[in-house]
């Protein structure tokens, strides 16, 4: 089994910040992506920022969220500057890896709500 447990959600103004965070345990071999999605109401669910070999960003998060990995404690962060009412949303993790068998898997997060309000 593994687990991807989120933390760091909640009500911020806008103009705010937060950082989540996501740590993933279990029976893991290796994990060689950590990304964070969100999904609001009525929206489809999109990648706002992964870290593989690199990083990337949605285009409307750039330059104010930044992603961040624990390698080491398979952990990944995700820091957000200057959040706006459209950051509104259920953020989920999801890793990709080899479980202890070394079988490729992709794994999620139960999702944090991140609501941005004045």
């Known amino acids: 089994q593994v687990q991807l447990v989120e933390s760091g959600g909640g009500l911020v103004q806008p103009g705010g910040s937060l950082r989540l965070s996501c740590v993933a345990s279990g029976r893991i071999l290796s994990v060689n992506w950590m990304g964070w999605y969100r999904q609001a109401p009525g929206k489809e669910r999109e990648l706002v920022a992964s870290s593989g070999r690199g990083t990337n960003y949605l285009d409307s998060v750039k330059g104010r969220f930044t992603i961040s990995r624990d390698h080491g404690k398979n952990t990944v962060y995700l820091q957000m500057n200057s959040l706006e009412p459209e950051d509104t949303a259920v953020y989920f993790c999801?890793?990709?890896?080899?479980?202890?068998?070394?079988?490729?898997?992709?794994?999620w997060g139960q999702g944090t709500q991140v609501t941005v309000s004045s």
């Open positions: 999801n890793a990709q890896g080899l479980d202890t068998n070394r079988i490729p898997r992709n794994w």
